[in-house]
C-alpha cells in the first residue's frame, strides 16, 4: 500500500468497483483512468467506492467526468458511493454534484445493499491493485485535459481554471 493512496478494483459479471483509499491526486487519477479505458465491455455499473478516500484534486473530479461520459456512451453508469463530508462539499462548492450518482443507503438502497453485500463476500486476494508510478505525477497533458473536461461540462468554472488551462497549454506545446 503506498502510504499517501491506493485503489483496488473488484470486478463481479456487469460491476467493476474501484476502492479509492487516502487522497486521490492526478498520478492516481491517470492510472485509474486507464484501468477504466481497459474495462471488460460487459461492465455497465462502475463504482467509485470513496468511503475511505480522504481527498480528491481538481484533476480527478476532472477524471471523475471524463469516466462518467465514458460509461455513459457504453450505455453504463458511473457511482460514487460514500463520498466523504469533505469531498461532497469540493462538489457542492464546484456545482459538480448534479453530475454524478451518488449512491448510499438513501439514494439508492437497494444498489447501495447489492454492493456492500459484494463487498464483504469478496476475497481480499481478489482485490486488484492499481500499479502506483510516480512518473504520472506531472503529465501536464492528462491534468490539461482533466481540466479541460471540467471546463467543457461546466462552464460556469471556466473562471476558476482558464489560467492553469493556459499555462498547461504553454507547457504542453512546449
Avoid at 10 to 17: K, L, N, Q, S
Avoid at 47 to 52: A, E, G, H, R
Avoid at 153 to 174: G, N, Y
Wanted: aromatic share 8%; net charge negative.
Amino acid at each position: 500500500m503506498n502510504n499517501e493512496s491506493d485503489i483496488f478494483l473488484v470486478i463481479h459479471e456487469d460491476t467493476a468497483i474501484y476502492s479509492l483509499i487516502g487522497r486521490i491526486t492526478a498520478a492516481r487519477a491517470s492510472v485509474l483512468v486507464t484501468s477504466c479505458e481497459k474495462l471488460p465491455s460487459q461492465v455497465r455499473f462502475l463504482v467509485f467506492d470513496l468511503q475511505n478516500c480522504s481527498y480528491i484534486d481538481s484533476t480527478t473530479i476532472g477524471s471523475f467526468l471524463k469516466i462518467s461520459r465514458f460509461m455513459n456512451e457504453r450505455n453504463g453508469k458511473l457511482f460514487l458511493r460514500h463520498p466523504s463530508e469533505e469531498i461532497t462539499a469540493i462538489l457542492d462548492d464546484m456545482r459538480l454534484t448534479r453530475f454524478f450518482f451518488i449512491l448510499d443507503e438513501t439514494t439508492d438502497p437497494q444498489l447501495e445493499k447489492e454492493i456492500k453485500e459484494l463487498l464483504e463476500t469478496i476475497p481480499e486476494e481478489s482485490r486488484i491493485p492499481l500499479p502506483y508510478d510516480e512518473r504520472d505525477v506531472l503529465d501536464e497533458a492528462f491534468i490539461l485535459e482533466a481540466h479541460r473536461d471540467i471546463v467543457d461540462t461546466a462552464p460556469h468554472l471556466k473562471p476558476e481554471f482558464e489560467h492553469l488551462i493556459e499555462l498547461l497549454e504553454k507547457t504542453v506545446q512546449d
